[in-house]
C-alpha cells in the first residue's frame, strides 16, 4: 500500500517563497515518477511539476516554469517543490502524486497515488 503525505502549506503574501514536501512510503520510491498537481473550487486538478524517479528528468508547466523546482532525496523518499516569486493566481491545493513511469506525466489521470493535499494561500 502506497501512502503520500504532503506537508509544507501555508499562507504567504505576494513575492514569498514556500516548500512543499512529500513524503511516500510503502514501496521503493526510487521507481516512481512524482507529479505536483494543483486544484481550486470548480476547477480541474492542473499540472504543475513532475520529476523522474532518478531526478534527472523534470517538466514544470509554463505557468511555473522559472519560479518552482521540483527536486527528490531518494534516501529520504520525498520529493519537494520548491516555490518562488508567489503569485495570488498560485493560490490552490497542491497535491503529490507517483505514477510508475513519465508517460502522460502531465495527465492527472495517469497517477496511480495521491496525497491529501495542502493549501497553498498566496495573499497579495
Known amino acids: 500500500q502506497v501512502q503520500l503525505v504532503e506537508s509544507g502549506g501555508g499562507l504567504v503574501q505576494s513575492g514569498g517563497s514556500l516548500r512543499l514536501s512529500c513524503a511516500l512510503s510503502?514501496?521503493?520510491?526510487?521507481?516512481?515518477?512524482m507529479g505536483w498537481f494543483r486544484q481550486t473550487p470548480g476547477k480541474e486538478r492542473e499540472f504543475v511539476a513532475a520529476?523522474?524517479?532518478?531526478?534527472?528528468?523534470?517538466f514544470y508547466a509554463d505557468s511555473v516554469k522559472g519560479r518552482f523546482t521540483s527536486s527528490r532525496d531518494n534516501a529520504k523518499n520525498a520529493v519537494y517543490l520548491q516555490m518562488t516569486s508567489l503569485k495570488p493566481e498560485d493560490t490552490a491545493v497542491y497535491y503529490c502524486?507517483?505514477?510508475?513511469?513519465?508517460?502522460?506525466?502531465?495527465?492527472?489521470?495517469?497517477?496511480?497515488?495521491w496525497g491529501q493535499g495542502t493549501q497553498v494561500t498566496v495573499s497579495s
Open positions: 502524486a507517483a505514477k510508475r513511469d513519465l508517460s502522460g506525466t502531465y495527465y492527472y489521470i495517469t497517477y496511480d497515488y
Open positions: 510503502g514501496r521503493t520510491f526510487s521507481t516512481y515518477a
Open positions: 520529476i523522474s524517479g532518478s531526478g534527472g528528468t523534470t
